[in-house]
Structure formats: structure tokens, C-alpha cells
């Protein structure tokens, strides 16, 4: 018997007409199997909806092939500084040749304060440039980056976006608590995922205005929850390569799954599961957008 695995999630936006009574709402899923690696051949006899537990009909499951804008924010503080050169670098460029086609990007960094150092449009090799140029240096502003990252994200419209995080958890400084930056980033609708470097010897609180290990353990654990992302976190720098690997091809293979919806039923009253009837699956729910 096949194993099924559900994913929910309580937000959904409108999409295109639907019968009387209903509705037609999407979401983007994504779909791993046991190992973590992308399922890329889901037909909708593989896929269920499930609306408050009543079974709902399928009116259309693809491959989400649609514009892909993506922020990218790498920790480029001081303490960051060998890893940036030795474990970082070359990954992350190696991921922005390899996102969807079409895709554009823009990157920040981190270090002393949030700065945009490549534009969206820009391409890998304005990129390559821009980030073998980059002297790590000062505290981690992560928090701070991610508010201005989102917002500029969310002031180009795009029909899919995300946000990549690549962040070690050093002494950093916001200006914004860590519940203030999950209430800003999620609403953006990006799917977030990060690579958190554990540090040693890092303090798991700090004064105010410092930024502490469990601070960036609950932003981006509950960034990635609520947006149908991922959190990895990795002892080593060394393991930056594969990770950033995985989330490329996990950006490469989303599916975009429209359904009938009870008309009017208010999103707080709203609660949806998504099975995939694959042995080992696991399923992400993204944040829908219309």
C-alpha cells in the first residue's frame, strides 16, 4: 500500500471562475521523496485536496513554470569570512546558474548592514563579479536583510518568488525583534529556504538589539514553516554545497495544483491538506498567489 503523506496549510487566495458555489483556488506544492529529492512525475490521479477533510476536485495539476524572481542573502559578517571564500562561494553561483530558466535574481549581503549588491536582471556574470568582490566584514544584519530583501521582492509583482538564505548564527545586530521580521517576510508569499551554519561557541542569547542563535533558529524555522520552505541546519560550512544544490532543484520542480473551493468560507475557517499517494513522499505547501 502506498504511504501518504499530507501538508497543511490555512492560507489560500482566489484564482479562476469556478461553477456556481465554488470557487477555483492554487497553491504551489513541493514534493520530495524519502532521500529528499524531488519528485518530478506527479499526475493528478497521484494528488488529493482535502477542504476542511471533504475531498475536492481537481481542475488542474502542472509544473510550476511560472516566473521565478528570487532574493538571495548571504551572511558576509567577519566571523563568515572563510567560510564565505571556501564553503560559500562558488555553491552560490553555482545555484544561480542553475535556477529555472527565466528566472531572475538579485542578492544581498550582510555584513555590517543589509546591501543589495546584485540587481534583478542583472544575470551570473554581474554576479560572479559582485560576490567575488565582497570583503566579509562586521556584525550579521540577517533580520534587517530579510525585512528589505521581502519588501523589495514583493514591490516587482512576480508570480513566483522566493527567498534563499544563506546565514551562520555569529553575533549580528537588527533593528526589528524576530516575530516583527516572520510577520513582514511571510505575508510576501515567498518560499523560504535557508542553510543555517551552526557556530560554536555561540551564545544562545544576547542583549537587546543583538541578534541570538535561538533568534535565528525562530526566524527561519518559522519563515520556512509557514511558507512551505526549508530549514537546514549544518554543523559544517562543507555541507553548503549540497544544500544549495537540493533547494535549486526543489525551485526547478514545484507543481502548481488549482482545485474547486467552498465560495466564501473565510481563510481562519479554512484548513487544507494536500496527499500524494507515493511511497515515502513529502509534501510542502507554499504560501498560494493568485
Request: glycine residues 8%; negative net charge; charged residues 25%.
Amino acid at each position: 500500500m502506498s504511504l501518504i503523506l499530507a501538508a497543511t496549510v490555512l492560507l489560500l487566495a482566489p484564482a479562476s471562475p469556478a461553477p456556481a458555489g465554488d470557487e477555483v483556488r492554487s497553491l504551489t506544492v513541493t514534493v520530495t521523496d524519502e532521500k529528499g529529492a524531488p519528485i518530478d512525475s506527479l499526475a493528478a490521479q497521484d494528488i488529493a485536496v482535502l477542504e476542511n477533510g471533504a475531498a475536492r476536485t481537481l481542475t488542474r495539476v502542472e509544473k510550476d513554470e511560472r516566473p521565478l524572481r528570487v532574493a538571495v542573502v548571504v551572511d558576509t559578517s567577519e566571523p563568515m569570512g572563510d567560510h564565505y571564500r571556501q564553503q560559500i562561494l562558488e555553491p552560490l553561483l553555482r545555484l544561480l546558474s542553475r535556477l529555472p530558466k527565466g528566472s531572475e535574481f538579485a542578492v544581498w549581503t550582510t555584513g555590517d548592514r543589509p546591501n543589495k549588491v546584485v540587481d534583478y536582471g542583472q544575470g551570473v556574470t554581474a554576479a560572479t563579479k559582485a560576490l567575488r568582490r565582497i570583503f566579509p566584514t562586521g556584525g550579521n544584519t540577517l533580520l534587517d536583510a530579510l525585512v528589505e530583501a521581502s519588501r523589495d521582492l514583493q514591490s516587482k509583482e512576480a508570480a513566483r518568488s522566493a527567498i534563499v538564505v544563506v546565514t551562520g548564527t555569529g553575533a549580528g545586530f537588527t533593528n526589528y525583534s524576530k516575530e516583527q521580521v516572520v510577520d513582514i517576510v511571510r505575508p510576501t508569499g515567498a518560499t523560504v529556504l535557508a542553510a543555517e551554519i551552526e557556530e560554536s561557541g555561540v551564545e544562545a542569547s544576547r542583549g537587546q538589539g543583538e541578534v541570538s542563535r535561538t533568534d535565528y533558529d525562530y526566524t527561519l524555522a518559522n519563515l520556512a514553516d509557514a511558507t512551505g520552505g526549508r530549514r537546514e541546519t549544518l554543523l559544517s560550512a562543507m555541507g553548503t554545497g549540497h544544500t544549495l544544490d537540493s533547494f535549486a532543484g526543489e525551485l526547478s520542480s514545484q507543481y502548481r495544483v488549482s482545485f474547486e473551493s467552498v465560495a466564501g468560507l473565510k481563510d481562519k475557517d479554512r484548513k487544507l491538506e494536500v496527499k500524494v499517494a507515493r511511497p515515502g513522499a513529502k509534501v510542502r505547501i507554499g504560501v498560494p498567489r493568485s
